[in-house]
């Protein structure tokens, strides 16, 4: 039987306090230095950075490591064999974890290999504290996936010190980790539009291509290009002309679903990857998309301007999927069509019959 043993909290403090069965703590997360951090503490998202995982069989040990680390800003968790520990790894995703080496179920070497096969993205610092002193052991231990490791009877200020590096260590981990991020996007961006840039387009149409050969469905390219484009920027200025290229990219996405993309390539031409339509439906959606730009008003200083832009379509249904660069280019053979025939306009390329 598990029994809650605080009382008097909320639902969700209930869930990290401390759990008994048959007398023995099987899960215990306890907030330092004080109780009304809980929140904060415990409010992290993956890969909590505010939780360290306490992994021993000793409840005397648990108990040490609690005390030394009473003066840390964290909220600790306790297991006493590597299931458990295994368990709250996948529910909690410390930022550290303490693991004991002789444990009944699972050793620390072991432990410590699981958490890093099972949880590769989730980056952890793992510290072995162990009697076992021997050098060949914390060559093994280091060697199974342990970042540090430190010998029982240990020292509280020791401990807390190393415990410190290692949050220091996963913090940096966590900044590299959201730079990239956030350089992955900006590689994927379009700078002034926000929209998809041509390599995001790319790499996310040709995928979505084979997928349309192999679960049968339709695939559209739409190459796009605003009409006298040059104008308006000679004209109005590249403000005026960044105002429309933003206009249009918001028309774009507006009338899409979310299921398709609208890239940038560059200067005034944009793409449109669209699935799941026949020809007429693809034709409509992008009818909607001519005339609302071609309605929009827009004011720059005494003056109202309108512009226009014209379409390309091509598209592939089928069990052979053509190279998706093929299919831009007979999408913008249609474009160049359009523009031939007047410009503010829509031209299906001849080989498109779906
Ligand atoms: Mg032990």
């Not at 900044?175 to 998809?196: F, H, S, V």
């Not at 190459?223 to 028309?251: Q, R, S, W």
């Not at 669209?274 to 001519?290: C, L, N, P, V, W």
């Not at 913008?332 to 498109?352: P, Q, S, V, W």
Request: net charge negative.
């Amino acid at each position: 039987m598990i029994d809650c043993c605080c009382t008097g909290r909320s639902e969700k403090d209930n869930e990290f306090c401390a759990y008994r069965e048959n007398d023995k703590v099987i899960e215990h997360i306890e907030n330092t230095p004080s109780a009304s951090s809980r929140t904060d503490l415990l409010g992290e998202g993956a890969c909590g950075g505010n939780k360290i995982l306490v992994v021993d069989d000793s409840p005397v040990y648990r108990k040490l490591v609690e005390q030394s680390l009473s003066a840390e800003r964290c909220a600790l968790l306790f297991a006493k064999n590597g299931r458990e520990a295994l368990d709250l790894f996948a529910k909690h995703q410390p930022a550290l974890v303490i693991t004991d080496w002789n444990m009944p179920d699972m050793e620390g070497p072991e432990l410590c290999k699981r958490i890093r096969h099972d949880f590769p993205d989730c980056y952890c610092h793992l510290l072995m504290l162990t009697s076992n002193s021997g050098k060949e052991k914390i060559v093994e231990g280091l060697r199974a996936g342990a970042d540090d490791y430190l010998t029982k009877p240990f020292d509280f200020g020791e401990l807390a010190a190393r415990v410190g590096v290692g949050r220091r260590i996963v913090e940096l981990h966590r900044q590299i980790q959201e730079k990239n991020r956030l350089l992955e996007e900006m590689a994927l961006t379009d700078a002034l539009t926000g929209l998809p840039n041509r390599r995001a387009i790319d790499i996310w149409a040709s995928r979505q291509l084979s997928a349309a050969a192999r679960h049968d469905f339709s695939f559209w390219a739409v190459m796009a290009d605003l009409d006298f484009f040059k104008k308006v920027n000679d004209t109005y200025g590249h403000d005026a002309g960044d105002t429309v290229l933003k206009t249009f990219a918001e028309i774009l996405t507006a009338q899409t679903r979310e299921s398709d993309m609208c890239a940038r390539l560059g200067g005034e031409e944009f793409l449109v990857m669209m699935t799941h339509s026949d020809k007429e439906g693809a034709e409509t959606a992008i009818e909607r998309i001519r005339k609302q730009f071609e309605n929009t008003k827009f004011a720059f200083g005494n003056h109202t301007v309108t512009a226009t832009a014209s379409f390309g379509i091509a598209g592939f249904r089928g069990t052979k999927p053509p190279d998706w660069n093929a299919l831009v280019a007979r999408a913008d053979t249609a474009l160049y069509a359009a523009k031939d025939k007047g410009r503010n306009r829509i031209e299906c390329e001849l080989e498109t019959e779906i």
